[in-house]
Structures are given as C-alpha cells and as structure tokens.
Nanobody, 125 residues
Framework: QVQLVESGGGLVQAGGSLRLSCTASGRTFSSATMGWFRQAPGKEREFAGA????????SYADSVKGRFTISRDNAKNTVYLQMNSLKPEDTAVYYC??????????????????WGQGTQVTVSS
C-alpha cells in the first residue's frame, strides 16, 4: 500500500505560480511512476503530467506543457508539480497518483492504483 498526501494548493492570481507537493509513505516510492491529475467542477478528471521512477522522463498534457514542471526527490519520497503562468482554467482539485506497472497509458486515471486526497487550486482572473 501507498499513502499519498498533497499540499501546496491555494488561491493565486492569473499569471502567478504555485508548487504542489505530494509525499508518499508505505510501499517503495522510488520505483513508482507518479502522475498529477486535476478535476474541475462538473468535469472529468484529466491528466496533467507524469514522471517516471528515476525522474529521467516526464510527460505533460498539451494544456499545461511549457507552464507546468514535474520533479521528484526519491530521498524525500516526494513528487512536485511546479505551476507557472497560471490561468483561470487551471482551477481544479489537483491529485497525485502512483502506479507500479500498468498496461494503461500514462494519461489514463485507471492505470493508477494509489491516489491522494487532492488539493484545491483556484486561479482568479
């Protein structure tokens, strides 16, 4: 089992930045692929980005590419989502998720077995 706890959400003006953190406990974190998803009211959960176990490879949704950066520190069991140039449409609950092996694509929530409780990000215009 893996327990994931997100932090760092809040209210920010458009154009601003936030850094989300997700700290893991339980099963070996350093071998997990970690993803960030978000869900706005009335919308389905959508993929924001993912990072492989070593941090050597990342993948991003087109909607956040060039603005968001995922990184991880395996010594701290933590993955980060740096969000820059935030837009009102980035407003959502942000979730981190973990997977060890899956045939599902990285952007599919079904492929992730472990989820945090979410943290709210609100971007005002």
């Amino acid at each position: 089992q893996v327990q994931l706890v997100e932090s760092g959400g809040g209210l920010v003006q458009a154009g601003g930045s936030l850094r989300l953190s997700c700290t893991a406990s339980g099963r070996t974190f350093s071998s997990a692929t970690m993803g960030w998803f978000r869900q706005a009211p009335g919308k389905e959960r959508e993929f924001a980005g993912a990072i492989n176990w070593s941090g050597s490879s990342t993948s991003y949704a087109d909607s956040v590419k060039g603005r968001f950066t995922i990184s991880r520190d395996n010594a701290k069991n933590t993955v980060y989502l740096q969000m820059n140039s935030l837009k009102p449409e980035d407003t959502a609950v942000y979730y981190c998720a973990g997977r060890y092996s899956s045939i599902r694509s990285l952007d599919s929530p079904i492929g992730y077995a472990y989820w945090g409780q979410g943290t709210q990000v609100t971007v005002s215009s």
